[in-house]
């Protein structure tokens, strides 16, 4: 199975803060990776795909990018409703979640 | 709009049966793969189960590979996941997704809202 290595497991941030969630793969899977914001007692919710996608509907604050098997998840200015929980996916093969990054507010 | 339901969690005993379900609308149900995705209490995303569009295949991760079964029905546009000799950790919230797009493709741009399922004498 392809391990997902995401980091920080917790971060706390200011409003109009940037801020920048990674996620490591265990061995190459392309572009083949998603993120997911989880709100709580909601479902997540696509944000990006393709590793650098903006799914429907996603503010342009968020983008994602890739080095190697390195993934980031960017918030340029991080707003009050961007509160929650974090997962990268990746969709190469079986698919394998990360651990979750919990984003609160400083 | 696409929409997902499940029904048919609760409460159930170690080593006993449950299925669940999930109606879709909204889209056309035959020409996506769907998936079950679960999260335990306090917990991450975990992949359950896979099915193509047709029913002919389906993929699950070890974990309940052997006691779980995803199937679909077509004709009622609805989703199933029949869950066997049940264990304390299969307790989790069960999602119904479906992907962004036609064809095999893993990452889940609707989702339903979730049922809960209790392992527990």
């Known amino acids: 199975d392809i391990q997902m290595t995401q980091s920080p497991a917790s971060l706390s941030a200011s409003l109009e803060e940037i801020v920048t969630i990674t996620c490591q793969a265990s061995?190459?899977?392309?572009?083949?990776l998603a993120w997911y914001q989880q709100k709580p007692g909601k479902s997540p919710q696509l944000l990006i795909y393709g590793a650098t996608s903006l799914a429907d509907g996603v503010p342009s604050r968020f983008s994602g990018s890739r080095s190697g098997t390195q993934y980031s998840l960017k918030i340029s200015r991080l707003q009050v409703e961007d509160i929650g929980i974090y997962y990268c996916?990746?969709?190469?093969?079986?698919?394998?979640f990360g651990g979750g990054t919990k984003l609160e507010l400083k | 709009e696409v929409q997902l339901v499940e029904s048919g969690g609760g409460l159930v005993q170690p080593g006993r049966s449950l299925k669940l379900s999930c109606a879709a609308s909204?889209?056309?149900?035959?020409?996506?793969?769907m998936a079950w995705v679960r999260q335990a209490p306090k917990k991450g995303l975990e992949w359950v189960a896979t099915i193509s569009t047709s029913g002919s295949r389906t993929y699950y991760p070890d974990s309940v590979k052997g006691r779980f079964t995803i199937s679909r029905d077509n004709a009622k546009s609805s989703l199933y996941l029949q869950m066997n000799s049940l264990k304390s950790e299969d307790t989790a919230t069960y999602y119904c997704?479906?992907?962004?797009?036609?064809?095999?493709?893993?990452?889940?741009?609707?989702w339903g809202q979730g049922t809960l399922v209790t392992v527990s004498s």
């Open positions: 909204g889209f056309t149900f035959s020409n996506y793969y």
């Open positions: 997704a479906r992907p962004r797009s036609t064809g095999p493709v893993n990452w889940f741009a609707y």
């Open positions: 996916q990746q969709a190469s093969s079986a698919p394998t």
């Open positions: 061995q190459d899977i392309g572009n083949w």
